[in-house]
């Protein structure tokens, strides 16, 4: 499923904040649901305009763009966010979850704020693997229950998901220009066979191409 420009913008428009903010960053990034709950603060580089993606779909890293236009939003945003993490170390809360057993090389890190979700859950709760009282981040089917009502509320007679930004900004690269190799590394693609399934969604004819006719 890809939705156009305009039935993007119908979604959007029909979403508010923290749900509206990751909607907006799952069409302006390409990146899968999950990917974008799991961001840390860190991985948010606003001088370079860029989001870092940790372990993606194959355990890989890849770097994709942090869109122009979202960037105030996710800075107030974030802002709000380092509030309610001074105020749960204040509380002797502040930890959150750290991968591949960097909580036990860096006992401290899991309270620094470098380290904190961008998009962190409104209660704490406890983790299932240590039983310490935590911070977790927002749960994706929060986001999907928010934008399919908003695709119904939309009424433009398509279903969709969080997943379908991501096929909507692959195909709409392409639409624009952009090479298939670009939108590979973007999209963290292994085989550029896997991005091509794109190609066939442009109403270009085979393989998304235009035909040197229509040039003349």
């Not at 372990?55 to 890293?61: E, I, L, N, P, R």
């Not at 209660?123 to 927002?138: A, F, M, Q, W, Y």
């Not at 398509?158 to 298939?180: C, N, Q, V, W």
Request: aromatic residues 8%.
């Amino acid at each position: 499923m890809v939705l156009n420009r305009e039935e993007i913008q119908a979604i959007l428009v029909r979403l508010n904040g923290t749900p509206h903010l990751i909607a907006s960053l799952l069409y302006g990034t390409g990146m899968r649901i999950m990917e974008c709950l799991r961001l840390r603060v860190q991985d948010v580089d606003f001088k370079r305009r860029e989001i870092l993606i940790r372990d993606g779909k194959g355990f890989k890293d890849r770097v994709t763009m942090l869109p122009t236009s979202v960037t105030p939003t996710l800075q107030m945003h974030l802002d709000k966010v380092k509030e309610l993490h001074l105020t749960d170390l204040a509380q002797g809360f502040g930890s959150v979850y750290l991968p591949y057993a960097l909580e036990r090389k860096y006992p401290n890190a899991a309270r620094e704020w470098i380290w904190q979700y961008v998009f962190p859950a409104a209660k704490l709760s406890t983790d299932p693997r240590s039983g310490e009282v935590r911070r977790h981040h927002i749960q994706e089917q929060a986001i999907q229950r928010a934008v399919k009502q908003a695709a119904r509320d939309a009424d433009f007679g398509k279903a969709a998901t969080p997943h379908t930004f991501r096929h909507s900004f692959a195909t709409h690269l392409l639409e624009s220009g952009y090479d298939i190799r670009t939108v590979q590394e973007l999209l963290g693609h292994v085989d550029v066979s896997t991005t091509m399934i794109y190609t066939h969604v442009l109403n270009k004819g085979g393989q998304g191409v235009t035909s040197p006719l229509d040039h003349l």
